[in-house]
């Protein structure tokens, strides 16, 4: 059980749009920066997405980052068939364990 | 550029103890924490702590207290993760990821998997 929630898997049409939740608490997320990893099969995670709304260097702007309050989303523009991969949102939990946490990963298929 | 370059596969017995190294290139060894990561088949990312660069200090996640030992040595930029009495649940790939703030893992090890079966 993961402590940040996201949905299981999306799926969209190359060239559509899509958007991937992240849901926590004011523990978490609605106290600390997000961000968002890549992780295409067989590869280790690529950081997508940082302090909730920025790109590292290389990143295209078709992936962009935001943050309401407890929940945060990850959305990506002009579906490629190479986007296909999993996607997991991360942050800092002050709670009594704190630490870092991830959302159980959402699977991106494009169709 | 920055690199992260983790150790092979091992394969271990229940009991046994095994030691996976991140050897790091192209930064300043001592800028950046180093946070382990574990990922068991089919499964999400689990944040397993970090260590300080400067002061060798760990920092474990309370899953992770006990078993697990993270180490440096600072005159080769190399961070280290052992995990003793291994179990079957062990099996996954760890990683090793340079954290550029709090979470801001910017730079990843390739894995190394670690299986645990008799």
């Known amino acids: 059980q993961s402590v940040l929630t996201q949905p299981p898997s999306v799926s969209a049409a190359p060239g559509q749009r899509v958007t991937i939740s992240c849901s926590g608490s004011?523990?978490?997320?609605?106290?600390?920066?997000v961000s968002w990893y890549q992780q295409l099969p067989g590869t280790a995670p690529k950081l997508l997405i940082y302090?909730?709304?920025k790109r590292p260097s290389g990143i295209p702007d078709r992936f962009s980052g935001s943050k309401s309050g407890t929940s945060a989303t990850l959305g990506i523009t002009g579906l490629q068939p190479g986007d296909e991969a999993d996607y997991y949102c991360?942050?800092?939990?002050?709670?009594?364990?704190?630490?870092?946490?991830f959302g159980g990963g959402t699977k991106l298929t494009v169709l | 550029q920055v690199q992260l370059v983790q150790s092979g596969s091992e394969l271990r017995s229940p009991g046994a103890s095994v030691k996976v190294s991140c050897k790091t290139y192209?930064?300043?060894?001592?800028?950046?924490?180093i946070n382990w990561l574990r990922q068991a088949p089919g499964q999400g990312l689990e944040w397993m702590g970090w260590?300080?660069?400067?002061?060798?200090?760990?920092t474990y996640a309370q899953d992770f207290a006990g078993r697990f030992v993270f180490s440096l040595d600072t005159s080769v930029a190399t961070a280290y993760l052992q995990i003793n009495n291994l179990r079957t649940e062990d099996t996954a790939v760890y990683y090793c990821?340079?954290?550029?703030?709090?979470?801001?893992?910017?730079?990843w090890g390739q894995g190394t998997l670690v299986t645990v079966a008799s």
């Open positions: 990821a340079r954290d550029a703030l709090v979470i801001r893992f910017d730079n």
């Open positions: 192209g930064y300043t060894f001592t800028i950046y924490s």
């Open positions: 260590i300080n660069p400067n002061t060798g200090n760990p």
């Open positions: 004011t523990s978490n997320i609605g106290n600390s920066y």
């Open positions: 302090d909730n709304d």
């Open positions: 991360g942050t800092w939990d002050t709670s009594l364990t704190a630490g870092g946490v």
